[in-house]
C-alpha cells in the first residue's frame, strides 16, 4: 500500500479542528472530574450516613457501569426528560462524571495517608475544620496524589473517541469523516496515532516535572 502525503494534507485541517475538541474535551473533563472526586471523598468522610450512602451508591454505579452507555445515556435520554445539552458539553460533563468516581478513591488514598499527627496537632491548635482542611490535610494529600491523578488525564485522553459516538468530531471523528468521504484510512488515522501518542508523552513529562517540583 502506497502512502499518500497529499492525503496528509488534505486532512491536516481536519486535524487541528480536531486536536482542538480533544483537548479541550481532556481539559474540561479533567477539571470536572478532579473537582467532583474532591466533593465525593469528602462527602464520603461525612459522620451522617444519610450523606455517605446515598454518595456510595451513585459513584460505584457510575463507576460500574462503561462510559459508553452513559455518553448514549445522557446524549439521547436527558433529552427525553427535557434536558438537552450539545454533544461537546454532554461529552466533557459524560467523561468528567465517569472519571470522578475513579479521582474519588485516589483523594480518599491521599487523604487516609496523612499522618495521624498532623490531624492531632491540627485539634491541640483548636483550628476550624475548614481550616484543618485547606491549610493542613489537603496539601499533603494532594501532594502525594499528583502521579495517579495524571495518569487518570493520559487515561481520559484515550478514552476521548469515544465523543465520537454522540456526534462530537475530536481527531478520530474528524479522521474517521475524511476517511468516508475520501476511501483513504491510512494516513488519517496514523496521523491521529502519532498525534496521541506524542500528547500521551508531553503530558508524562508534565507530570514528572510537576512530581519532582512538589518532591522538592
Do not use: C
Not at 118 to 138: D, F, K, M, S
Not at 149 to 157: E, K, P, Q, R, T
Not at 161 to 172: D, G, K, Q, S
Not at 177 to 191: A, D, G, I, K, N
Request: charged residues 15%; proline residues 5%; without cysteine.
Amino acid at each position: 500500500m502506497k502512502w499518500d502525503w497529499n492525503a496528509v494534507g488534505d486532512f491536516m485541517p481536519l486535524f487541528w479542528d480536531g486536536l482542538v475538541v480533544t483537548l479541550e474535551a481532556l481539559a474540561l473533563g479533567s477539571l470536572i472530574s478532579f473537582t467532583l472526586g474532591l466533593v465525593w471523598a469528602l462527602l464520603m468522610r461525612t459522620p451522617s450516613r444519610w450523606v455517605r450512602w446515598p454518595v456510595g451508591v451513585v459513584t460505584e454505579f457510575v463507576r460500574d457501569t462503561p462510559l459508553l452507555v452513559q455518553l448514549f445515556f445522557l446524549f439521547y435520554v436527558l433529552p427525553e426528560w427535557g434536558v438537552t445539552l450539545s454533544a461537546l458539553t454532554t461529552g466533557v460533563i459524560g467523561i468528567g462524571l465517569h472519571y470522578s468516581t475513579y479521582t474519588m478513591q485516589v483523594y480518599r488514598a491521599g487523604i487516609e495517608a496523612v499522618p495521624a499527627g498532623q490531624w492531632e496537632a491540627a485539634t491541640a491548635l483548636n483550628l476550624p475544620v475548614g481550616r484543618t482542611w485547606t491549610a493542613v490535610i489537603l496539601p499533603q494529600a494532594i501532594r502525594r496524589v499528583v502521579p495517579a491523578l495524571g495518569n487518570y488525564v493520559i487515561a481520559m485522553l484515550k478514552d476521548t473517541p469515544m465523543l465520537m459516538v454522540i456526534t462530537v468530531l475530536e481527531m478520530l471523528g474528524q479522521a474517521r469523516l475524511y476517511s468516508q468521504e475520501h476511501f483513504q484510512f491510512t494516513e488519517p488515522l496514523s496521523v491521529i496515532g502519532v498525534a496521541f501518542i506524542l500528547i500521551s508523552y508531553l503530558a508524562s513529562l508534565l507530570l514528572r516535572a510537576m512530581e519532582r517540583r512538589l518532591v522538592r
